[in-house]
């Protein structure tokens, strides 16, 4: 079992930054594909950025490109997510999943229905 907890979510202004971290318990992170989503009041959750176990693919939705920034940190089993120039509409419960991932390192996986396991969210609030 692969326990997720996210953390660094909070209130801002547009324009700021926030930094998420998805902190895993579990004897290794390496093998594990790792997504960032978010779900905002009334709408469906939607993928933000992705990262492969190797860290050598990412990917990101195009309202965040140029913006946010996924990352992972083994040695910690921490994934994190640089969120810049925040906008109100950024505004969401954010969720990390992992998924075991254990052919192509440079595999990552862009549907909340590929994902085995998930954290319990941390809200994202951006103020105008």
């Known amino acids: 079992q692969v326990q997720l907890v996210e953390s660094g979510g909070g209130l801002v202004q547009a324009g700021d930054s926030l930094r998420l971290s998805c902190a895993a318990s579990?004897?290794?992170?390496?093998?594990?594909?790792v997504g960032w989503f978010r779900q905002a009041p009334g709408k469906e959750r939607e993928a933000v950025a992705a990262?492969?176990?190797?860290?050598?693919?990412?990917y990101y939705a195009d309202f965040v490109k140029g913006r946010f920034t996924i990352s992972r940190d083994d040695l910690k089993k921490t994934v994190y997510l640089q969120m810049n120039s925040l906008k109100p509409e950024d505004t969401a419960v954010y969720y990390c999943?992992?998924?075991?991932?254990?052919?192509?390192?440079?595999?990552?996986?862009?549907?909340?229905?590929?994902?085995?396991?998930w954290g319990q969210g941390t809200q994202v609030t951006v103020s105008s």
């Open positions: 999943a992992a998924q075991p991932s254990p052919g192509d390192v440079s595999q990552w996986y862009p549907t909340e229905y590929e994902y085995a396991y």
């Open positions: 579990v004897r290794t992170f390496l093998g594990y594909a």
């Open positions: 990262i492969s176990r190797s860290a050598g693919s990412t």
